[in-house]
């Protein structure tokens, strides 16, 4: 079997595992990039529409409690206080990639995610990264450093294309959503071989299923979506987003469910005022007062019809003229619609997730190296780590903040 040797080897060719081998590359070191898949960065292809929402202007490095979740998610502090929305930004303009802000600090590439992933390539070849694609891992073995024969302690890589020594391995693989790119548990498999705790891994950033038949007055209503604020959980534990609901045949998704997807817990409820900003107590005893319209008719002026008939499809008490509704009906049905309380059976599960919550401990990691404290040479970066931003451009700016610590750091040691 042929042998060779790297300075770093890298498995995982998607966003973090790209930018990290580049960095590392361009550093001095001698890097080897390999992934089971025949394509790179599928996640990085698919997001944003195929447009890959990149970053996010309103991270706040400060305080990134705010737009990440994990055990410790002032572990990420370190790294993208370091490299900033703004250094990636840079790297676009750098490399003529148009882009444009969409809504609430995301960024998009203007025209195709493929025009990242043929930066982030370039950004390797000027490295002098070493790719090996499709290469399966066979297993991987550490050598400690040995006193006697002043060597070092080295990992050997088993794959099919030869077997590879390197001081320094990078688990870059990614998390378990969307098994269909090629999600795999492979990072969560190596880092209990080298004895890293892992925290419970689970869908986020999901769409949210629901009971069949407490869910039939609403399957009809798959398609329509709407703004509204989603919240769960009480006092300091509750997390609310002002964000677009959409129905769907299962449940619910659009931007709302799929935020507060990462904070919601089995069993548990969600609350939805369906008409933001709107007193709707005040709204519905005025009409009353004034007009002669079905209730229907008059909700239907405020949310779109559908949505209106089919809640009052659901109470015969509302299925008149307004005037001649009782107010205790009326308030019900205020109340119902400015807090809509639901609780999911479940999630789409890891085919509709965009992020993996949950991953390699913190506790184990460096959060200025992301070198495992107990393991030398060993790193972890990107989604196999419990750390998941928002929807948003979030979780890119994790990959490439922790790529560009850990790229950093191997250069520095070596």
């Known amino acids: 079997m042929s042998s ?9 060719a998607g966003a973090a595992g790209l930018f990290c081998a580049a960095q590392a590359g361009q550093r001095g070191l001698k890097v080897l990039l390999i992934d089971h898949a025949a394509k790179v960065a599928e996640k990085i292809r698919i997001s944003g529409g195929g447009r890959c929402n990149f970053t996010n202007r309103d991270l706040d490095v400060r305080a990134p409690h705010k737009h990440y979740v994990g055990q410790n998610p002032q572990f990420c502090r370190s790294a993208l206080s370091r490299y900033t929305p703004q250094d990636f930004i840079a790297l676009m303009e750098r490399h003529g990639i148009p882009y444009e802000e969409k809504h609430k600090g995301q960024l998009f590439a203007t025209t195709s995610a493929e ?18 694609q499709p290469c399966s891992v066979k297993n991987v073995v550490f050598l400690p450093a040995d006193a006697d024969t002043e060597s070092t302690g080295s990992y050997q890589t088993h794959t099919d294309r030869g077997l590879v020594t390197a001081p320094k391995l990078v688990l870059a693989t990614g998390g378990l959503s969307i098994p269909k790119i090629g999600a795999t548990d492979f990072g969560y498999r190596l880092a209990q071989q080298f004895g890293l705790p892992l925290v419970e891994r689970r869908a986020g950033l999901v769409p949210l299923t629901f009971d069949g038949a407490a869910w039939q007055p609403y399957a009809q209503l798959a398609g329509l979506a709407l703004p509204v604020e989603i919240s769960t959980g009480s006092k300091k534990a509750r997390m609310a987003f002002h964000e677009d609901l959409l129905f769907t045949h299962r449940g619910l998704s659009g931007p709302a469910v799929l935020q507060i997807s990462s904070y919601w817990q089995d069993g548990t409820p969600l609350f939805i005022n369906l008409l933001p900003g709107v007193d709707v107590a005040q709204l519905l005893a005025e009409a009353k ?6 209730v229907v008719n008059e909700l239907a002026q405020h949310m779109p019809t559908r949505l209106a008939e ?33 609780t999911p059976t479940g999630s789409e599960g890891y085919k509709k997730a965009e992020v993996t919550l949950g991953g390699i401990d913190t506790k184990a990691l460096s959060q200025q190296t992301m070198e495992c404290k107990a393991q030398p040479g060993l790193y972890a970066i990107g989604e196999v780590v419990d750390i998941t931003g928002w929807l948003g451009g979030y979780n890119f700016q994790w990959a490439w903040a922790s790529a560009a610590a850990c790229a950093e750091a191997m250069a520095a040691a070596d």
């Open 310 to 342: 089919a809640w009052v499809a659901q109470q015969p008490e509302l299925q008149r003229p307004i005037n001649e509704a009782s107010d205790k009906a009326l308030a019900k049905l205020a109340e119902q619609i400015t807090r809509w309380e639901i």
């Open 289 to 294: 007062l004034h007009s002669r319209k079905l």
């Open 115 to 132: 025009d990242i992933i043929r930066m982030l390539l370039a950004e390797c070849a000027a490295g002098s990264v070493e790719r090996w």
């Open 4 to 12: 060779f040797d790297f300075d770093a080897v890298v498995l995982g």
